[in-house]
């Protein structure tokens, strides 16, 4: 059974840092591209960040390029996200995805794989 379970959310002031991670188990994870989503309040899940399995390759939205990274450690089984100089408009439960493909992928329906996700809160 694939499990994704991430952690490291919570509340931060405007303009601070947090590093969200996704741990995974019963996922050929070193052959898995990664994913990352938000969805704010009323809003649709929208992209964030994807990285390929060998983490050569990776891909950002531009609201958050030059703020977030997205990293992994293969021998860990666990993919990361670093957010830095975090906006109000960040605020938003972050998923992070699987796939079955090592190809880095911008689109939720080619993800296979989600996490129950994790709440993000920044305050003005």
């Known amino acids: 059974q694939v499990q994704l379970v991430e952690s490291g959310g919570g509340l931060v002031q405007a303009g601070g840092s947090l590093r969200v991670s996704c741990v995974t188990s019963?996922?050929?994870?070193?052959?898995?591209?990664m994913g990352w989503f938000r969805q704010a309040p009323g809003k649709d899940r929208e992209f964030v960040a994807t990285?390929?399995?060998?983490?050569?390759?990776?891909s950002l939205a531009d609201s958050v390029k030059g703020r977030f990274s997205v990293s992994r450690d293969n021998a860990k089984n666990t993919a990361h996200l670093q957010m830095n100089w975090l906006k109000p408009e960040d605020t938003a439960v972050y998923y992070c995805?699987?796939?079955?493909?090592?190809?880095?992928?911008?689109?939720?329906?080619?993800?296979?794989?989600w996490g129950q996700g994790t709440q993000v809160t920044v305050s003005s």
């Open positions: 995805a699987a796939r079955r493909s090592a190809y880095a992928n911008i689109y939720e329906r080619n993800y296979d794989y």
């Open positions: 990285i390929e399995a060998f983490g050569e390759f990776r």
């Open positions: 019963g996922l050929a994870f070193s052959t898995s591209a």
